[in-house]
């Protein structure tokens, strides 16, 4: 989740990204890699169905399109029929979770792992952050995912380009989902404003890099930037008048707090974690 | 635990460092730290006793001294006198496993958290690191710790100097001690040679890097740079018989092989795991 960011695009995708701050949640997507993609879609089918699911990724169950996986895919050399992608996550999809990135970047580590691509890590950050950013389904997440804790961006841009601080704490993070929202859109139109605030909230989370202070600056910066719907300025008030200090994901219409700010305020909160590690293998099947 | 090396020391402590790769385990140290240190230490002994104790941790229950600890809490601006810092490890001191360099940091989180100093995970690696540079305790355990998984050194120094990457890669780890080496001793010696082999070995590291390049590496390392001792020649040899791959903990008399390399070579090791996060907050008490 991101709390607050500023916009900074580039003709060139290992360039271009976003500064801000976020939280890395110990709710996050499990990615499986398979070899074989074509052999089983085409099975049945013919030969023509090959191409209807290729970097198609089957996401809790459903066949779908994630897309920045065939970029990825294709970064690495690797067919896009050749493999199957599956990925789990409890997350919503679409509301401030960073699930596209976090489905890049783990297809980026899980396939490198299956076909011996033999990158490294910094370079299959590359490989996922420069997928999203030519997708224009985030600008910032892939880095901050592969990081995690508390990421602070101090730089845009992929490794070698950018670079990353974050705040130290490991607290309880509760969230809601009202709904969705188009990251595209929104990094599509006029970010002037939107940038102006991100950069005031990132200068002054480092004058004290604290997760209160990320969570009181991250709600500032929604209002500023003129992100706030209904719902979620209604959620971050409640939160507010119980003494806790909530904020919007960036880009959903989801409330997240740090502590039990959410569920002290009578709603009824998914409940996590920080996750320390950010995105790494978990092993072979 | 560092497979290979180069040294790059340097007037300003942030700049100094090596290049190399190593593996974070699952095996770590847990550092508590607490207010109150005068007050305890001083109780039923008399002011005098304060002087003696200050910047003493505990460590697996007995009183010892951590070089690197005073300079961080200097860092903090925190009195030495007024903390007490407990540390919990299974791991062997002295042998290769960068306990030194770990208690600092770990203190440094800690320290962080208990006294509210306000830095950023960046600043706290900075200390820690500048602390075992000037103690001469190690040169590049801070960086590789705090990143967590497999990894590599590319540039010397503190977050903001230094950079890094890592092996993509999740493996079981074991290892095997004979005793202890002094990194002081091997530090403050001619450390053309071993800087060369490291080099070398990073170089070829970064064409493929995987973990199992990274172990035979490592090997090939130790051997060039003359670190090889009979007992840690031995249990390599062994392990390589048996069609696996080991080396040498730099710097101390153990052994270390991915997967079940030394349990295949009749050896008992202790079995773990690469720690993918890295040194984090555990939470308060």
């Known amino acids: 989740v991101t709390g607050f960011f500023s916009a900074h695009p580039d003709d060139n995708p290992e360039k271009a990204g976003s500064r801000g701050a976020g939280v890395a949640l110990s709710d996050g997507v499990r990615v499986t890699v398979r070899r074989g993609g074509r052999e089983q879609t085409t099975e049945g089918r013919g030969e023509s169905a090959a191409a209807t699911v290729s970097a198609a990724v089957t996401l809790n169950g459903e066949r779908t399109t994630v897309e920045p996986v065939a970029d990825v895919l294709t970064a690495l050399d690797i067919d896009e029929t050749a493999v199957s992608v599956t990925a789990e996550t409890p997350l919503p999809v679409g509301a401030g979770f960073g ?16 076909f011996a691509c033999g990158r490294s890590e910094n370079e299959l950050v590359t490989v996922a952050h420069c997928a999203e950013v030519e997708a224009g389904t985030g600008l910032g997440d892939v ?3 592969a990081r995690g804790g508390l990421p602070i961006r101090l730089e845009p841009g992929a490794p070698g380009h950018g670079s990353m ?23 599509g139109g006029d970010t002037t404003t939107l940038t102006e605030a991100g950069e005031r909230a990132l200068d002054r989370l480092l004058e004290e890099p604290t997760a209160e202070r990320f ?40 409330v997240f707090a740090l502590g039990t700010g959410l569920s002290d305020a009578g709603y009824d909160p998914v409940v996590c974690d920080v996750h320390p590690a950010g995105a790494s293998l978990v092993g072979a099947e």
Chains 1, 2 share one sequence.
């Open 165 to 187: 601080d974050g705040i130290p704490a490991r607290t309880r993070v509760e969230y809601v989902t009202f709904g969705e929202l188009s990251t595209a859109d929104v990094l």
């Open 215 to 254: 969570v009181s600056l991250s709600s500032r910066f929604a209002r500023e930037a003129g992100l706030l719907t209904d719902s979620v300025e209604s959620a971050i008030e409640d939160v507010r008048a119980c003494g806790g200090e909530a904020s919007m994901a960036m880009l959903g219409e989801t």
């Open 99 to 114: 699930v596209s990135g976090a489905v890049a970047l783990g297809v980026a580590l899980a396939a490198n792992d299956v």
């Open 143 to 145: 880095v901050a995912q």
